[in-house]
């Protein structure tokens, strides 16, 4: 199956394709409409300000491929930029509205703690999820980010971390799944995550 990574100029396109790569992944880099047809998946990676992220997929015209594609129930993951921008909008840089995708706000993590929140952390999931299979339940990914989101429908929320708070970390919806964290980076574990997406919900 070819996966298509949506190309709007996210800092960590070039790391999530070498990850895909690495599990013999057929690529196809998404530049404009065109490149999604052969594509049985779609994944949306992400680094940055919320605002530059979706200045980006306007100006580029991928916000409507990446909705469309969603909006037909096709396999899609979004990698922590990738996350936040499925909601309404982010209170980052005094308010900006997302793809609103899923119902819901993007908030910033508690003052009363370091950020952004950098390094590894556990992520607490139903280890009955295919998603997660051979990976066990708590096992450490790594995060870097500053926001989180916090889903109108929490029954949406599959996966929890604690940072001051106990945030959503990962998401699933039908054959929607995004993380908070950073799979790329995540060593072993973030790479069994990408092969159970493909083989579970793309598969």
């Known amino acids: 199956m070819k996966v298509a990574v949506v190309d709007y100029g996210a800092g960590n396109l070039r790391s999530v394709l070498s990850a895909l790569r690495s599990i013999d992944c057929d690529t196809v880099v ?11 998946a779609m994944i949306l990676p992400g680094v ?5 992220t979706m200045e980006n997929l306007r100006r580029r015209g991928l916000s409507d491929v990446v909705i469309r594609w969603i909006d037909a129930d096709r396999p899609f993951m979004g990698i922590c930029m990738g996350l936040q921008v499925l909601f309404d909008d982010s209170t980052e840089g005094g308010g ?6 899923l119902p819901g706000h993007v908030v910033r993590l508690p003052s009363s703690e370091k950020v952004p929140h950098m390094g590894w952390n556990q992520v607490q999931f ?30 949406i929320v599959a996966g929890e971390t604690e940072y001051g708070i106990r945030f959503c970390s990962v998401v699933q919806k039908d054959n929607l799944v995004a993380t908070q964290f950073h799979p790329e980076k995540s060593g072993p574990a973030g790479l069994r995550l990408y092969r159970n997406f493909l083989s579970t919900i793309a598969g």
């Open 30 to 40: 998404v530049e404009s409409r065109d490149d999604v047809r052969a594509a049985g």
């Open 48 to 52: 940055g300000a919320a605002a530059d």
């Open 96 to 101: 900006q509205e997302c793809l609103r995708v």
């Open 126 to 155: 139903d280890a009955a999820n295919p998603l997660f299979r051979g990976i066990p339940n708590g096992s450490d990914f790594y995060f870097v980010h500053s926001y989180v989101a916090e889903p109108h429908d929490r029954t």
